[in-house]
């Protein structure tokens, strides 16, 4: 068994597409058939995840040729043609290595940004409901979102950390002179919604409504709560609004350039923010054509990246330091578990052919290996796995294996 991955992220492909091969709640479930129907032989669990900045799918199993099943994968999603030269592979323990990138915020758009880490548990959280995820990778999943906390918090890589919504705040602030006095409205009601919500309200901007498909309370912290307002309220809500965030997961935009128009004319051309953070994008694109309706999409993001870009760039060096030596700390401790395991199974079919008289000769002696290999009651292959013990541990495990 082995961990492969393949993906596209913002450093390989572009957001229009990016948008074409997006793994989410409203299809996650068709995706595991899809996998278990087509190579259900090779493959024992898998978990894939979607952010803003990349999608990835990490499968466990015996397969031998994980480009088969990314083009296969693309095919399903009807994106092969786009994306085939954009995908980027792994295995063993640089595929580990990399997750442990992602979930730590080191390979984010945003270097060192907070919000991947829920996301990436999230997910993993997601595919063991559906059943998809389990056994031994659902254990390796725990090494490596403890890998990633340890990344964040013992380096300064988690310190006061940079997010998208908090760089939608400072968008907010560098357009607008009194960004308290403006209105917010917030499409969507998922976890970067919430984010955004949190973010704005702590740096006082309160005249909050959120949107979303069905009724929902937004439990935002101890003391704020938000009641969504429905969709098809929104043409209502937009010609009140100041600043306009989305999240929302949909396949296609859900506010044209139609609607801004209309709502623009009613605020008589007072201007307004658009920031869409949605992946596929929630906003027409033409909308920038508008002269008084200021569109940022997720790729805007970037340009505010650069504060503390240097600071943070050290400390991420000492973050992928600190994840490469605790995987291959894992990595060694997977090695040495297995070969304790190969040893103890040699001993234990070897003890069945001792004697006592035999036994009590083999725990007085100073070399047990060597009385085991003078003895010819190991094969072969059994002296080599049982060569790998110190004398200590071949008579300790002999002990525990004859009190069993």
Known sequence: MELKLFGINHKTTKLSERELFIIDDSNQEDFKNFLENSFGDFIESFFALSTCNRTEVYIYGTFPDISQIAQKTLEFFGSSDSLNNDLYFFQGSNAIEHMCYVASGLDSQVLGEQEILGQFKKSIQAHIELGSL????????????SIAKAARTETQIGFNPLSVSGLSLKI???IFENPNQQKLTIVGAGQMAISVIENFYNNGI??????????????????LSIETTQLSKLGA????????????????????????????KARKNKP????DLGVPRNIENQVRDLEYAYLFTIEDIELVTQENLEERSFEALKARELIQRKVESFNQEKINKNKRNEAYFALKNVSTKINEKELLELLESDDPYAFLKQMHFASEDELQCISK??????????????SA
């Open 237 to 264: 809500l937009i010609q009140n609004t100041d600043i306009l965030v989305t999240s929302i997961n949909s396949p296609l935009p859900i506010i044209g350039k139609g609607l801004i128009e209309q709502a623009m």
């Open 389 to 402: 013990l110190t004398p200590h541990a071949i008579l300790s495990m002999i002990k525990e294996i004859r």
């Open 272 to 275: 307004m923010l658009l920031i």
């Open 134 to 145: 389990k056994g031994p990778f659902q254990k390796l999943t725990d090494e490596i979102i």
């Open 206 to 223: 309160t005249h909050i409504n959120a949107v979303n498909r069905s009724k929902k309370t937004l439990a935002i912290n101890n003391s």
């Open 172 to 174: 907010v602030q560098e």
